[in-house]
């Protein structure tokens, strides 16, 4: 077991709830004229995915990703009305091209995409499914979570909204962690210990069809945060290794904290909105969601996993 964090911790930065939303410069930029401007000049060059022939961006995203992601509350959403003036293919690249400045793109699955769509594709979480491919909310999470390497970052870029519900979720995982220290001490401690994780079909011949890591962990005084419900139960079941009676307390306990609404931040992404946020001490979701008729309407997001350099 990893060292374990046995302090209350009290910065706002690491530590917040519902109430950042009175807040939203803590986390909601729009884009400086300066550097639409610049996209706009040099949109030619938005086909290259060359973040050299874009300084302002650059700079302005470098900065960006210090204050409000690394040094922040570890959450950045810009404005999509920043980019009302381009296409829906020249925002798709400017996306992309703000990912690269961030850090490096993670491989995302066993067909080595490195940005997958988000959209309902039928499928349930119960039946085997991922949780980008369904319409089903409700499942805080971090990312990647049944991969041994984990993204630094996960980014997102809405194309369409749903006709009802869809609305994104986030949660501190040091404001679940301060909760459960102080209301489950022992539960805590057995969830710095190892779970089965279901690698949900992304395994190669021969490998292990589960990885095996806890669900927190604190290393260089930084807490690090592993957890999708449905995969874990899966993982143990796969694994004919039964969760003791400790381990489900911990781990339903973690999830009802998750989904107390007074620690949760929502915010509706809208068209072209660009949400970047720190996978390893935020959770997310979203509530489940409607979508429309038309297919060319449907609710339709692009994800990244993003490594720091």
């Known amino acids: 077991m990893s060292r374990f964090l046995q302090e209350i911790i009290t910065d706002e930065n690491l530590v917040w709830n519902k109430s950042l939303e009175n807040n939203p410069e ?22 290259n995915l060359d973040e050299s022939c874009f300084p302002e961006l650059k700079n302005e995203i470098n900065e960006l990703k210090t204050k409000k992601i690394l040094q922040g509350v570890g959450l950045l959403i810009i404005d999509g009305k920043s980019f009302l003036d381009f296409s829906k293919d020249e925002i798709t690249k400017i996306y992309e091209i703000i990912c690269n400045i961030l850090g490096t793109l993670y491989i995302q699955n066993i067909n080595s995409e490195k940005i997958v769509e988000i959209k309902d594709e039928g499928k349930s979480m119960t039946l085997g499914g991922r949780y980008h491919q369904t319409k089903e909310g409700g499942s805080y999470h971090t990312d990647s979570p049944h991969w041994t390497k984990v993204p630094d970052l996960v980014g997102m870029l809405c194309i369409n909204q749903a006709k009802k519900g869809g609305i994104s ?49 604190f290393k260089n005084d930084k807490l690090y945060c592993r957890f999708l419900s449905n995969y874990i139960i899966a993982g143990h079941q796969i694994q004919n290794y039964p969760l003791s009676k400790l381990q489900e307390t911990a781990l339903q306990s973690l999830e009802e904290i998750s989904k ?18 720190d996978n390893h001490r935020i959770l997310h979701g979203r509530t489940e969601f409607e979508d429309y008729e038309d297919e060319n309407r449907k609710r339709y997001f692009l994800r990244t996993w993003i490594k720091f350099e």
């Not at 007074?262 to 909105?273: C, E, F, P, T, W």
Request: no cysteine; aromatic share 14%; glycine share 2%.
């Open 26 to 47: 803590k986390f909601f930029v729009k884009l400086t004229s300066k550097t639409i401007s610049e996209l706009k000049s040099d949109r030619k060059e938005l086909t």
């Open 169 to 217: 979720k986030f949660v501190s995982a040091y404001t679940i962690h301060n909760q459960l220290l102080k209301e489950q001490n022992d539960g805590l401690k057995t969830l710095y210990e190892k779970f089965h994780f279901d690698k949900r079909g992304e395994f190669k011949i021969n490998e292990s069809q589960t990885i095996f890591e806890p669900v927190f962990v």
């Open 260 to 277: 107390n609404k007074n620690n949760v931040l929502s915010y509706d992404l809208k068209a072209n909105d660009m949400a970047f946020f």
